[in-house]
């Protein structure tokens, strides 16, 4: 089954990752890829959770530095005494977002060695290096954008949300 799904994607994907789009196809398929697997990160946490907890960590944060600028010792002890349930609730948070990162990881190994056996051989690319131009298959293209595309699709996301925030 498995030599059945990878020769198709051998027959699938190998048109579009030679000639002289090879580039430009491969590094579409690539953020592709990528923005998918971010997808199944982000569908690996459970949002309700999290919001639960974050609107809980800010009431607190809230309520504390309130009793911080009143001055009011009494007030700021008893909302203290929550500090310990506060920073459990931290650390499930961080479970989640641990969860999420696993998931993103071991599903981007599977996909890594499902295109490694499919068209990792395919030379997609020719990289400039000061010493001339290096050919990269597929695989090695698929790892170099990785790196790249993680940290921008962050951004774009992280802006995407911001604008939601910002309408509402």
Same mark, same amino acid.
């Not at 579009?16 to 592709?32: D, F, R």
């Not at 948070?93 to 993103?104: H, N, Q, Y």
């Given at each position: ?50 919001? %639960? ?10 309520? %504390? ?5 009143? %001055? ?18 931290? %650390? ?77």
């Amino acid at each position: 089954m498995y030599e059945n799904a990878v020769t198709f994607l051998r027959e699938t994907l190998g048109n579009l990752l030679q000639g002289s789009l090879s580039a430009v196809n491969s590094t579409i398929l690539a953020y592709a890829m990528i923005g998918t697997l971010r997808g199944i990160g982000y569908l690996s946490v459970n949002k309700r959770k999290m919001k %639960r907890i974050e609107a809980e960590i800010q009431s607190w944060e809230i309520k %504390r530095s309130k009793a911080l600028e009143t %001055r009011n010792l009494k007030s700021y002890n008893r909302i203290m005494r929550e500090k310990a349930r506060i920073e459990k609730l931290k %650390r499930e948070m961080e479970v989640e977002r641990l969860k999420a990162s696993v998931v993103t990881f071991v599903s981007w190994i599977i996909l890594f060695k499902i295109l490694w056996d499919a068209v990792g051989h395919f030379t997609v690319v020719q990289i400039p290096l000061p010493m001339g131009y290096v050919k990269a298959s597929f695989s090695m293209w698929f790892l170099l954008n990785s790196i790249w595309a993680t940290p921008l699709l962050n951004r774009i996301v992280n802006f995407i949300n911001f604008l939601r925030r910002a309408r509402a």
